[in-house]
């Protein structure tokens, strides 16, 4: 049943699943396609927190889903939307939103890919989740985040305006079209997302974004690197940067991959915490 949280009745943007819709509405587990042998993900533990599903209306047929993790009591918390990688929604990505809930955050990782209907982190072949990430187009996930804003400053546990956005991969080009569409967004914190796109559109950001990437990075060229530097400092974009990482490479943030980094990934960590309060979300 959904959570009554209004006097008034229920309204869409009031239905909380609860936590055993958490766990089953979300693959259990770490994206079978990237998951290393000898992997030691961190695991965040539930305690002190409300680990809960959602349902966020978005002008679609089926609501979009989302993991939300936030500090138990009363109160009202900033939040930070967290984007997950191509493989949707697993368990690095909720450990994500429980890491941040624990800090004093709301966390809330809508699932992008739901309209496929695809469980995108128990397929192995990356031939076969390419075409799923591709249906979701630009504009799509962009209203999506703002469907999510929305949603979060309806809510009794939120700042409504101490909203933030990180993400990885995928996600971090999500995060620096959010700081330009969506004006709810105070900061963004991008790990690696593709930005050869967007360096033109640099002058369109509103909110500052921390790009966070890594000199060994197979798909991020120092060439795409240098452009979108180069055009923030044009745009006058100066509360935004990008901070390079000499020995990381792709997805170093990732504790579940063989691409993990721990100590550029603790010092990203560090810096998007840093960011974030520089920036009024807290």
Not at 155 to 173: E, H, L, M, N, Y
Not at 206 to 229: E, F, S
Not at 242 to 257: E, L, Q, S, V
Request: aromatic residues 8%.
């Amino acid at each position: 049943m959904p959570t009554l949280t209004r006097p008034d009745g229920t309204q869409p943007e009031d239905l909380h699943i609860g936590r055993r819709a958490a766990v089953t509405m979300f693959f259990a587990g770490y994206a079978v396609a990237a998951l290393a042998a000898d992997a030691k993900p961190i695991h965040t533990p539930e305690d002190g927190l409300v680990v809960e599903a959602a349902l966020i209306p978005n002008g679609a047929p089926k609501p979009l889903p989302a993991y939300v993790a936030r500090p138990r009591g009363t109160g009202r918390h900033p939040t930070i939307i967290v984007v997950n990688e191509i493989f949707g929604i697993h368990d690095y990505i909720k450990d994500i939103c429980r890491r941040l809930a624990k800090l004093g955050y709301v966390a809330v990782a809508p699932d992008f890919f739901y309209r496929s209907g695809v469980n995108l982190p128990a397929i192995s072949d990356f031939k076969q989740i390419m075409p799923v990430v591709n249906q979701a187009s630009d504009e799509q996930v962009d209203g999506d985040v703002k469907a999510t804003s929305a949603w979060i400053k309806k809510q009794s546990f939120a700042k409504p305006d101490r909203i933030g956005i990180t993400g990885f991969c995928w996600g971090g080009a999500v995060v620096w079209r959010a700081a330009m569409v969506d004006p709810d967004i105070r900061a963004g914190v991008a790990w690696y997302g593709h930005v050869e796109k967007l360096a033109a559109r640099a002058g369109e950001l509103h909110a500052p974004v921390l790009g966070l990437y890594g000199a060994q990075d197979q798909g991020i060229g120092p060439d795409q690197l240098k452009a979108m530097a180069e055009a923030l400092e044009k745009a006058g974009k100066t509360g935004s940067a990008i901070h390079i990482y000499p020995d990381a490479g792709h997805g170093f943030h990732a504790d579940y991959r063989s691409s993990y980094n721990e100590a550029d990934a603790k010092d990203g960590w560090a810096r998007m915490l840093a960011h974030f309060k520089a920036n009024g979300v807290v």
